[in-house]
């Protein structure tokens, strides 16, 4: 029985779900609250989703979009709900503090209509959290944070200027949107000392891991080489989404730079694509490529033979990058240059499907790359582990129980109505 024939437990809930980012976004946590919100609309529900406008991860605002302030579009039963807000094309304090007021004044004044009996929503941004529990608090009804992300702790280590500052006002906003909440979902086990720390208590805290939204490779991987330019024999690294100051890919180019027999590929967007870009100037081995299309997204990923994920060593690992479960589907063994302890260690130890390096360690993410290059056959072995890991706990199917179960208990017990 398909999910649209499927009785499910929300039939006829209504259900408000507020996420700054959503399709056709395609990394970063869009595709999950797409998808979370689609499930539920196909189990039943009536669900609007109040977001912004495209903009993730380039932080331009997609062609289509420009002009518009406010729109509501219907994509996969859902009703969606733009508004439009600022888009700064490059982070600092003060510009985010921009970006998060103008998300937060365009979603309070304008909110889509009608009375949910839920108000569910995903953090970060910041401002979608405190819209989430104004609303909520505005029709009295249950209020459930997913914390994707504690931005009070990112700000801070940022190396964004003014930090510090910034911290401040994000970790208040971030106690303001959790406290009164019913219950609160966290992605990873790692983020539940912060949220504690933010006034939750650790009864309303529930453990929600994400899911891997991508299909396995389909194509033909020598294919995909030969049409992506990537000569057999050549170790092909690649690291996949965002381009930001909290992921430190120079230590990729440096490695580039150690080792001109391998090919680096950096392949996304974001706000230090061009610094990278002037970094890596005058080296051969170095590649930069648009974001893949959703259809052929895993498939470029199995063409590589090494997929990597960084963080600054000043970084405060608690967060999983949704990039993660992409890899593991693809079958590719992970390399993480990232701190010891954290969210992404502690998924790659799990996954069996990578090893860790120190952070901004070229050398050290060199060594690991052609270990694996020099050993085939321990490559696949290593890669294989990721589809396993997925299957047994990052599927779709399993994911979004877990968040039906989370959504039936706030709607059960109906706490923290209103609750501030």
């Given at each position: 029985?398909?999910?649209?024939?499927?009785?499910?437990?929300?039939?006829?809930?209504?259900?408000?779900?507020?996420?700054?980012?959503?399709?056709?976004?395609?990394?970063?946590?869009?595709?999950?609250?797409?998808?979370?919100?689609?499930?539920?609309?196909?189990?039943?529900?009536?669900?609007?989703?109040?977001?912004?406008?495209?903009?993730?991860?380039?932080?331009?605002?997609?062609?289509?979009?420009?002009?518009?302030?406010?729109?509501?579009?219907?994509?996969?039963?859902?009703?969606?709900?733009r508004r439009r807000h600022y888009v700064p094309p490059r982070q600092t304090a003060l510009k985010r503090a921009a970006f998060e007021a103008s998300i937060l004044a365009t979603g309070l004044i304008a909110p889509?209509?009608?009375?949910?009996?839920?108000?569910?929503?995903?953090?970060?941004?910041?401002?979608?959290?405190?819209?989430?529990?104004?609303?909520?608090?505005?029709?009295?009804?249950?209020?459930?944070?997913?914390?994707?992300?504690?931005?009070?702790?990112?700000?801070?280590?940022?190396?964004?200027?003014?930090?510090?500052?910034?911290?401040?006002?994000?970790?208040?906003?971030?106690?303001?949107?959790?406290?009164?909440?019913?219950?609160?979902?966290?992605?990873?086990?790692?983020?539940?000392?912060?949220?504690?720390?933010?006034?939750?208590?650790?009864?309303?805290?529930?453990?929600?891991?994400?899911?891997?939204?991508?299909?396995?490779?389909?194509?033909?991987?020598?294919?995909?080489?030969?049409?992506?330019?990537?000569?057999?024999?050549?170790?092909?690294?690649?690291?996949?989404?965002?381009?930001?100051?909290?992921?430190?890919?120079?230590?990729?180019?440096?490695?580039?730079?150690?080792?001109?027999?391998?090919?680096?590929?950096?392949?996304?967007?974001?706000?230090q694509r061009d610094a990278l870009r002037a970094r890596a100037e005058g080296l051969a081995n170095m590649e930069f490529l648009e974001p893949a299309a959703a259809e052929e997204f895993t498939d470029v990923l199995?063409?590589?033979?090494?997929?990597?994920?960084?963080?600054?060593?000043?970084?405060?690992?608690?967060?999983?990058?949704?990039?993660?479960?992409?890899?593991?589907?693809?079958?590719?063994?992970?390399?993480?240059?990232?701190?010891?302890?954290?969210?992404?260690?502690?998924?790659?130890?799990?996954?069996?499907?990578?090893?860790?390096?120190?952070?901004?360690?070229?050398?050290?993410?060199?060594?690991?790359?052609?270990?694996?290059?020099?050993?085939?056959?321990?490559?696949?072995?290593?890669?294989?582990?990721?589809?396993?890991?997925?299957?047994?706990?990052?599927?779709?199917?399993?994911?979004?129980?877990?968040?039906?179960?989370?959504?039936?208990?706030?709607?059960?017990?109906?706490?923290?109505?209103?609750?501030?």
């Amino acid at each position: 029985m398909s999910d649209a024939a499927r009785p499910g437990p929300f039939r006829g809930r209504r259900l408000l779900l507020v996420s700054t980012n959503y399709a056709p976004e395609l990394t970063g946590i869009g595709p999950y609250a797409t998808q979370l919100a689609e499930h539920w609309a196909a189990s039943g529900a009536r669900v609007r989703a109040l977001t912004g406008m495209p903009h993730y991860p380039s932080w331009r605002l997609e062609e289509s979009y420009r002009g518009v302030w406010r729109t509501v579009e219907i994509r996969g039963g859902v009703g969606v709900h733009r508004r439009r807000h600022y888009v700064p094309p490059r982070q600092t304090a003060l510009k985010r503090a921009a970006f998060e007021a103008s998300i937060l004044a365009t979603g309070l004044i304008a909110p889509p209509p009608g009375r949910p009996d839920a108000v569910v929503s995903q953090m970060p941004s910041l401002a979608g959290g405190v819209i989430g529990a104004r609303l909520a608090r505005r029709h009295r009804v249950p209020y459930l944070p997913v914390v994707q992300d504690l931005m009070g702790a990112a700000a801070a280590q940022s190396g964004i200027r003014g930090g510090g500052r910034a911290a401040a006002v994000a970790a208040a906003a971030e106690r303001y949107a959790l406290r009164g909440a019913a219950l609160v979902g966290v992605i990873h086990e790692s983020f539940v000392p912060g949220v504690r720390a933010l006034g939750v208590d650790p009864g309303r805290i529930r453990l929600v891991p994400n899911w891997t939204h991508v299909q396995g490779p389909t194509a033909d991987r020598a294919a995909t080489r030969a049409r992506l330019g990537w000569p057999e024999g050549t170790p092909v690294l690649l690291h996949s989404g965002n381009m930001g100051l909290k992921q430190g890919l120079e230590v990729l180019v440096e490695a580039a730079r150690l080792a001109p027999g391998i090919r680096v590929v950096l392949m996304g967007d974001g706000n230090q694509r061009d610094a990278l870009r002037a970094r890596a100037e005058g080296l051969a081995n170095m590649e930069f490529l648009e974001p893949a299309a959703a259809e052929e997204f895993t498939d470029v990923l199995a063409a590589a033979d090494v997929l990597a994920v960084t963080q600054r060593a000043s970084v405060l690992d608690m967060s999983v990058p949704s990039k993660l479960t992409s890899y593991f589907t693809s079958g590719r063994p992970v390399i993480a240059s990232v701190a010891d302890e954290g969210g992404t260690a502690d998924e790659v130890r799990r996954s069996g499907a990578g090893v860790l390096v120190a952070p901004e360690d070229p050398a050290a993410l060199l060594e690991a790359v052609q270990k694996l290059a020099a050993d085939p056959a321990a490559a696949v072995a290593l890669g294989a582990e990721g589809p396993r890991y997925v299957a047994r706990h990052l599927s779709r199917e399993a994911g979004l129980a877990r968040f039906d179960d989370l959504l039936a208990e706030v709607l059960r017990d109906g706490q923290g109505s209103g609750r501030r």
